[in-house]
């Protein structure tokens, strides 16, 4: 496993297992035993997926000492203290941890005095030690910007859409300046990487290293110093996706996966998102 050192000092797995749309029930439960079972350390779920009481059960059943992986959650929706912790302490005991080791908010809220009055939340959390690191997701430039105006605590993560068709790299690069890392959800583009011109690209890649499509996007972002947490519940794909540790491309295999960047979302685009009629 490679790892990946945040602003705090704290290492992260590079790779791990996504569990968005993977059921509450065994569907979310195997997924999380097969990936802890064959060497992933790194598990990442949300209170918007509704699996983390599942996914707390495959952790403490796979006998693995807590410390040695790492629980990502997220905050649903912002809302005032007293939801907050309430939302925040549910996922603990879904979980079956006393701590996380990331928390993060879910999706920018369009008010930015709300954002900040949850990132006052998540430093009490991080201060206080029930979260390891605090973070952000789907924040663009200018969310960022905003948030570090009054942040008293910098973020460590920033978990946007990235992929060959949308590569951030703008956004990476802004990120590296302020120091916070970025994470990589939806790596397969919802299964566009195995369609048109995108496939025509990365399958004569994949070729040459005798691998899949999906081993070379999740290497082509682990390459670029990306977190990748790729989704999968089903065990062949789960192993395959890990394995992509193994395979190293080269820069000019790396740049011809950055120039299938169109700029394409197909997940929520963060400044039209239905996440963020709270008023305090």
Not at 130 to 135: E, F
Request: glycine content about 6%; aromatic content about 10%; some cysteine.
């Amino acid at each position: 496993m490679t790892y990946i050192t945040l602003n705090n000092g704290l290492k992260m797995p590079q790779l791990g297992l996504g569990t968005f749309l993977a059921k509450d029930g065994s569907e979310a439960y195997e997924a999380v035993k097969y990936a802890l079972e064959i060497g992933y350390r790194h598990i990442d779920t949300a209170q918007m997926y509704f699996n983390e009481a599942s996914i707390g059960k495959a952790i403490k059943d796979s006998k693995i000492d807590r410390k040695d992986i790492f629980i990502t959650t997220k905050q649903r929706v912002h809302s005032n203290l007293e939801n907050m912790e309430k939302a925040f302490n549910e996922s603990l005991d879904k979980l079956q941890t006393d701590y996380v080791d990331l928390y993060l908010i879910h999706w920018p809220n369009h008010d930015p005095k709300i954002n900040l009055s949850s990132w006052r939340f998540f430093e009490s959390l991080y201060e206080s030690g029930k979260a390891k690191a605090i973070g952000i997701s789907n924040f663009q430039q200018h969310h960022v910007n905003t948030l570090l105006k009054d942040a008293k605590i910098r973020p460590m993560i920033n978990q946007v859409e990235c992929h060959p068709g949308l590569s951030q790299v703008p956004l990476k690069a802004f990120l590296d300046e302020v120091g916070i890392q970025l994470e990589s959800y939806g790596p397969l583009m919802r299964g566009g990487v195995f369609e048109g011109n995108y496939k025509e690209v990365l399958e004569s890649i994949a070729k040459k290293h005798d691998a899949s499509i999906a081993q070379v996007v999740i290497a082509w972002g682990l390459a670029r110093k990306i977190v990748m947490i790729p989704k999968s519940s089903t065990p062949e794909r789960i192993k395959e996706n890990f394995e992509s540790l193994k395979l190293k491309l080269s820069d000019d295999e790396i740049k011809m996966i950055n120039d299938l960047n169109r700029g394409k979302r197909v997940y929520t685009d963060p400044d039209n998102s239905p996440w963020g009629p709270y008023v305090i």
